[in-house]
Every structure is written in C-alpha cells, then in structure tokens.
C-alpha cells in the first residue's frame, strides 16, 4: 500500500475525502489543502484520472527530520532515486514550507536538486538534466518546523489543467475551483443550470463534464508515466473504460451568456475542445435585462469584483442593478455567486441563506448563495 497526498483548493477538502473515498482511496485524512490517502497504484490513476477537485497527486516517498539545509541534502541523498526513476528523465524540485525555519526556500530547493543529481552521478556516473519549464519528473519537498516530506508528483501539470482551454482568456478560474463549485450548489442534472457571465466557459463546461460522467483527465497524460513504477497494462484499461460515459442524462438544460462578444469566443472555443457543444446553449446577453431560460433553476456566477472591472465605485453601482435583475427576473432560483468581494449582498440587498468560504489561490473568496423570491428578501 502506497502512500499518497491530493492537493485541492482551500474550502474544498470534505468534497475531495469523499470524492477519493468513491476512487477506491482508503484512509483519507482531510488536511488544510487537501487530503492524504492510501492506496494502490491502480487507485493514484484513477484519482488522477477522475478527480475533479485535487490539484496534484503526490507519492510519498521519504520522510526526514532536519534542523538546517545540510540535514535536507543528507536527507535527499539517502533516497534511492534511481530505483523510482531513470537518469533519462529530466527534472526539477519544489519546495514548500510551513512554520519552517529556514531562511531561503531557494537554496533549500538548490541543495535538494544537488543531492538527487549527486546520488545518480555517484551510482551511475551521470546525472539527470535540469528542465524548469516541463519537466518529466517533479520532486516535492514540503518542510513543517522540524520535520520533512519527499513526494514524487504523480499527476505533472496540474489536475486543474484539463487539455481543452483554447486560451487563457481573461482572470480565468481554475477548473477543479468550477467543479468545487458547481457540486456545493447542490446542482442536479435534470435541473436548468445557467452562468450569465460565463466568461470562457469554465463553470459550463464543468457542470456539463459532471452531468455526463466523463473523466476530466481522459484527454491528457500524467507524470506517474514517466516513473519506473508505472504498469502500461492497468493504465490502459483504465483509460479504455474512461472513455464510456457513466451517465446519460436524457436532456441537458446548460446556459450560458456574456456581454462580451470576444468572451463569448472564447468560451465557444473552450466549450467545443471539451467536447461538450452539444449540450450547453450560448448567446450574448446582458446580465441586468436577460430573461431566465426556465421557471425555476440553478444560477452559477463568477461576477467581476476588483480588477475585472474597474473600481470599487463602479461595483457598488453595479450590484444593486444586479440584485433589481434578479428579483424581477429570477423569482424560483437558487443563485450562487463566487466572489472576492464581501460585499455583494449587501449592495445586492438580499440575505444569502448560506456563505462557503473558498480560496482562489491566496485570495479569500466566499460562496453566496442566494435563493430568489417574488419581491424583497430582506429580512
């Protein structure tokens, strides 16, 4: 039994326990940013394969005590590197830290490169080259105030990175970030489900990915292929039977618009290399006069906060217009905003029934969510 560690976007670890748990993942501990498991290897491909809320996943494979750098290269010279991979392949090295009394992650990192170089020049007489940019195999080192982890990243580029986006678009959310959220909305297939300020798509195409069951890493290749561990034979298969989709929903109700016709593109673009045209329905419209697409339904929003549109003036202008659209318009909706921005309800003037606390990154962010009834709903 292997250990292992999924990373995950903060506020989304109880979905991603659960999640590994339905993979085949035994002993899953949730941690701030992620959780640890254990499991087989035919259990780390299908989590990477399948999760669409883990960042990474990474092997364990050694544990160190230190108190200064030479501690952390001793404690990577150690490790027989050779046996886990292949000094073809080239490579680099994280490091991350928390509590950690170091005073340079940089020249932590450096000493743990120098250590692994070191043992394959010893034993072998030549080294694995140094690639920074796209790297076959990534070492992870991640440093607690006294104590150390190796980790072999078994995913490579990131999870989030699904192999559709057509382009980076403008402040795009990441997709397991999209999928976190489409899943807290309590969103079911057989229900509408409409992102007005859709942007390149991203929530759409999550939403439609869960909806019919496909595997979001199908389309991509992982870093465990570059490692000597790796078993073609159990890959392939899972592979094969990824390809099926698990769920068929009879019809799909997916909308999504944007004022922005260059947007709209954008998300076009993305929406058809994700193989997921058919079922989600784009037009151009504008927020504040669009007419729901159904009765009742499920509406999912990144709206602009910050950067994306302007100053603080120009949102505190916007968000009581939005709140007017919605009362006038979506009386029977459960609305969830994703938003940098505390202050959105209380300049939409309308009382969230819950808040999820989520991270984008380092930016702390809330998930509102707003059910719409006909007039105020102040209390």
Request: glycine fraction near 8%.
């Amino acid at each position: 039994m292997e250990q292992f560690f999924a990373s995950s976007p903060r506020g989304l670890e109880p979905l991603l326990a659960a999640e590994l748990v339905s993979l085949g993942a035994q002993s899953v501990q949730q941690v701030p940013g992620g959780a640890a498991f254990s499991g087989d290897w035919r259990v780390c491909y299908m989590a990477n394969l399948w999760s669409r809320l883990a960042s990474r996943i990474l092997w364990r494979v050694a544990e160190f005590d230190y108190a200064g750098e030479g501690d952390i290269h001793e404690a990577a010279r150690k490790v027989d590197w050779m046996r886990l991979f292949t000094v073809e392949r080239s490579l680099r090295v994280n490091v991350s830290a928390q509590k950690s009394p170091l005073t340079s992650l940089d020249f932590a990192t450096l000493r743990i490169k120098d250590a692994v170089c070191d043992r394959f020049r010893e034993t072998l007489g030549s080294r694995p080259n140094v690639d920074r940019a796209n790297p076959d195999v990534r070492v992870h080192a991640f440093l607690e105030s006294a104590r150390g982890v190796f980790y072999l990243d078994t995913s490579g580029e990131p999870l989030f990175k699904r192999g559709w986006r057509a382009g980076a678009g403008e402040a795009p959310l990441r997709e397991n970030l999209a999928a976190g959220i489409i899943l807290l909305s309590g969103w079911k297939p057989e229900e509408p489900l409409l992102d007005p300020m859709c942007g390149g798509g991203t929530l759409l195409i999550e939403a439609a990915a869960i909806a019919r069951g496909r595997a979001p890493g199908v389309n991509r290749r992982f870093g465990f292929e570059n490692l000597k561990v790796f078993s073609p034979a159990i890959w392939e298969k899972e592979k094969r039977d990824a390809q099926k989709p698990r769920n068929s929903p009879k019809a799909l109700e997916i909308f999504g618009s944007d004022n922005d016709p260059r947007v709209l593109g954008d998300a076009r673009r993305n929406i058809a290399g994700a193989g997921v045209d058919r079922w989600v329905k784009l037009e151009q419209a504008d927020i504040l006069e669009r007419a729901a697409p159904a009765p009742a339904g499920v509406m999912v929003a990144n709206p602009p906060y910050g950067e994306r549109i302007g100053s603080k003036e120009k949102l505190a202008e916007f968000y009581p217009k939005l709140g007017s659209a919605l009362k006038k318009n979506y009386p029977g909706w459960r609305c969830h905003f994703f938003t940098a921005d505390l202050r959105l309800p209380k300049l939409m003037r309308l009382q969230p029934s819950r808040r999820v606390p989520l991270f984008n990154g380092a930016l702390e962010c809330r998930l509102f969510e707003i059910c719409i009834v006909a007039g105020s709903n102040r209390r």
